[in-house]
């Protein structure tokens, strides 16, 4: 693989510091919350190509990278406790609703990810991939809805089981830096979402010790997985970055479609046909709250990129 080229990680000043807290708020709570994109939010801080060079980098190039993902990382515990302890119950108490606020955030985020390929030439090659990378997350929300069996177990496991755990903080890895891709959504698909976010209880672990081997093994191939897909994103980014575009805009305008099918929004429409839930309000707090997220995100996009023609004129 090519030798990249060397990207100025420095923060100018305490601005871009601080939206790097939020970005890792964003990464932390895409795992919690299906089809939220910690990515996409890199793509509109422009980030996005310092994110892949630091991750890719933090071995070789430790001290420059790691004070460049402090900020970052910090904000990612945040995300994560957030979305753990306040998210997942305002997702249990009102799943359409919330689901629709993050929804309206992604599509008001879109054009931002749009923006890279503006004016590009459509080939067959590109528009393949566009429609590939739209299948994907999907895919992936229909397969844990309807085809994947019932939540795993995290209890009486094999060994085999532990390389699997690897092999899914692997593409949990992935997910962290391919805008467009939920880790939520993909540990859904495999039945381990639930069982690895009702785990995390002292009770649990107290009961059934053998779980911290699982989250040593999800990390083990989360580490694994962002290093080496950073320095294979970069290099694909090097040799053909607009046509490498056109998969992610599709997988990004995926991801907000799959906001609206996964098991736990299905269980709402399941609720609603069987007049559990009252559709009305649930549909309107839903459509309101999906508006707000919409005009805030799509505002936050005419900023920056205001902000950033200015710093081009200067």
């Known amino acids: 693989m090519e030798e990249t080229k060397d990207i100025d990680l420095k923060y100018k000043n305490k601005k871009e510091t601080f939206m790097g807290s939020i970005l890792g708020f964003f ?15 890199a793509i509109i801080f422009k980030l996005y190509d310092k994110l892949l060079y630091a991750i890719g980098n933090l071995i070789n190039k430790f001290k420059y990278s790691f004070i460049f993902l402090l900020p970052i990382g910090i904000g990612a515990v945040l995300g994560f406790s957030l979305g753990f302890f306040g998210i997942q119950f305002l997702l249990d108490l009102l799943p359409f609703a919330i689901m629709a606020f993050f929804a309206g955030l992604m599509i008001g985020a879109f054009p931002a990810v749009t923006d890279e390929i503006r004016k590009e030439k459509l080939t067959l090659k590109r ?15 229909v397969t844990s809805t309807f085809v994947q069996g019932g939540n795993q177990s995290l209890e009486n496991l094999k060994f085999y089981h532990y390389i699997l755990f690897v092999f899914l903080g692997y593409i949990v890895a992935i997910t962290q830096v391919v805008p467009g891709l939920s ?17 995390v209880k002292f009770s649990y672990i107290q009961n059934n010790p053998m779980v911290l081997l699982v989250y040593v093994c999800l990390v083990i191939g989360f580490i694994i997985g962002l290093i080496s897909f950073s320095k294979i994103l970069t290099w694909i980014f090097n040799k053909s970055r607009k046509t490498a575009f056109f998969m992610i805009v599709g997988l990004s305008l995926g991801s907000i479609i799959s906001m609206f099918f996964n098991p736990d929004i299905y269980k709402t429409y399941q609720s609603w046909a069987n007049g559990e839930a009252l559709f009305g309000l649930d549909l309107g707090l839903g459509i309101g709250l999906l508006l707000i997220g919409a005009g805030i995100a799509y505002l936050f996009v005419r900023y920056e990129r205001k902000h950033s023609q200015m710093e081009l004129e200067i």
Do not use: E, H
């Open 27 to 41: 990464i932390g709570l895409a795992v919690i919350v299906p089809g939220i994109s910690g990515s996409t939010m």
């Open 183 to 199: 880790a939520t959504a993909l540990l859904m698909a495999f039945g381990y979402f639930v069982p690895i976010m009702k785990s």
């Open 127 to 141: 528009i393949l991939l566009f429609l590939l990378g739209l299948g994907i997350p999907i895919v992936i929300s």
